[in-house]
């Protein structure tokens, strides 16, 4: 079955670095899109960043300049290099995979926190 895991959250002072990665299986990785969103507390989810199959990047207003989305096909991972961090980043990250080619395909991992505090 699809498995979406993420890794790499935990609690880290304002303007430190985190890495998150997201391994995933029972897909075919290369052909999905892959997302990172986040959901703060009483919050509606957002989009952080999304990478094509291609390669190409998006980014929220919020992660702009300070994070960065990138892939390993090699490893069917996904990663989320993010700088700078600011106590407004606390949330719950989730990994998302999906297809964008007509096929069924719109997959969520389970999330990992993370807490940018003093």
């Known amino acids: 079955q699809v498995q979406l895991v993420e890794s790499g959250g935990g609690l880290v002072q304002p303007g430190g670095s985190l890495r998150l990665s997201c391994a995933a299986s029972?897909?075919?990785?290369?052909?999905?899109?892959m997302g990172w969103y986040r959901q703060a507390p009483g919050k509606q989810r957002e989009l952080v960043a999304t990478?094509?199959?291609?390669?190409?990047?998006d980014y929220g207003d919020s992660a702009k300049g300070r994070f960065t989305i990138s892939r390993d096909n090699a490893k069917n991972t996904v990663y989320l290099q993010m700088n700078s961090l600011k106590p407004e980043d606390t949330a719950v990250y989730y990994c998302?995979?999906?297809?964008?080619?007509?096929?069924?395909?719109?997959?969520w991992g389970q999330g990992t926190q993370v807490t940018v505090s003093s």
């Open positions: 998302n995979a999906k297809r964008v080619d007509g096929f069924p395909g719109d997959y």
């Open positions: 029972g897909i075919i990785f290369r052909i999905y899109y």
């Open positions: 990478i094509t199959s291609g390669g190409s990047t």
